[in-house]
């Protein structure tokens, strides 16, 4: 069964400050991987995703994800945090065929310090 | 790109009474549509998996009469939160296949009093 962990439940970052979340999954073929963000009582927004080719993948408001296959990872980096980017975030990992469910991982709250 | 539209995107209700949330695909058929649940500071549960014209599938531990859900067109799928409690409060939230993945609506936070 397809599962997806994230090691790390709340981390704090003080604003310009560098960030990684960590992501890591389990899949019995090459997956879909995705990063979502999630406001406070807000819904959704996908930030990136990788289905294949360039394992480095852009995706908006400056962040980008790498996915390396050997570590079973997909974790999400940006150069320089800011306030706005207090939220949380979670990966997922869905199937390659369209049509099925993916799962999501338990989410990491992000913290931003002035 | 493909957009879910999804209302209400707040509601409170009384115990007892039954709330009905829609999610429509804008500008693309969503022949299946996803519903999830998120209870607070934890991540998003998958409820149930609805085809259009067809019963929809639900997980383990999710009661089908009491979350009822109906997909009876390409574009529109409700689920209906039947005799609410206090325990249903949460955040529902939908989603569809697209051409290129997985689109979301925005979400309904449910509120039971």
């Known amino acids: 069964a397809q599962s997806v962990t994230q090691p790390d439940i709340h981390i704090t970052v003080s604003e310009g400050a560098s960030l990684e979340l960590r992501c890591n999954y389990s899949?019995?073929?090459?997956?879909?991987l995705f990063w979502y963000v999630q406001s406070p009582g807000q819904g959704l927004q996908l930030l990136l995703k990788?289905?294949?080719?360039?394992?480095l993948v852009q995706g908006i408001k400056g962040f980008e994800a790498e996915f390396k296959r050997s570590q079973s990872s997909f974790n999400l980096r940006k150069p320089s945090v800011h306030w706005s980017d207090a939220a949380e975030y979670f990966c997922?990992?869905?199937?390659?065929?369209?049509?099925?469910?993916?799962?999501f991982g338990p989410g990491t709250r992000l913290s931003v310090l002035p | 790109g493909a957009v879910v539209s999804q209302h209400p995107s707040r509601v409170i209700c009384k115990s007892g009474t039954s709330v009905k949330i829609e999610c429509r695909s804008l500008?693309?058929?969503?022949?299946?549509m996803f519903w999830y649940r998120q209870f607070p500071k934890q991540s998003l549960m998958l409820m149930a998996t609805?085809?259009?014209?067809?019963?929809?599938?639900?997980e383990q531990g999710v009661e089908k009469d009491k979350f009822l859900i109906n997909h009876a067109s390409l574009t529109l799928s409700t689920l209906t939160v039947t005799s609410a409690h206090p325990e249903d409060s949460s955040f529902y939230i939908c989603?569809?296949?697209?051409?290129?993945?997985?689109?979301f609506g925005s979400g309904t936070r449910l509120t039971v009093v």
């Open positions: 989603s569809a296949t697209t051409a290129d993945g997985y689109t």
């Open positions: 899949y019995g073929a090459t997956p879909y």
């Open positions: 990788y289905f294949s080719g360039d394992t």
């Open positions: 997922a990992v869905g199937a390659r065929n369209y049509g099925q469910n993916f799962v």
């Open positions: 500008d693309f058929q969503a022949t299946t």
């Open positions: 609805s085809n259009e014209g067809s019963k929809a599938t639900y």
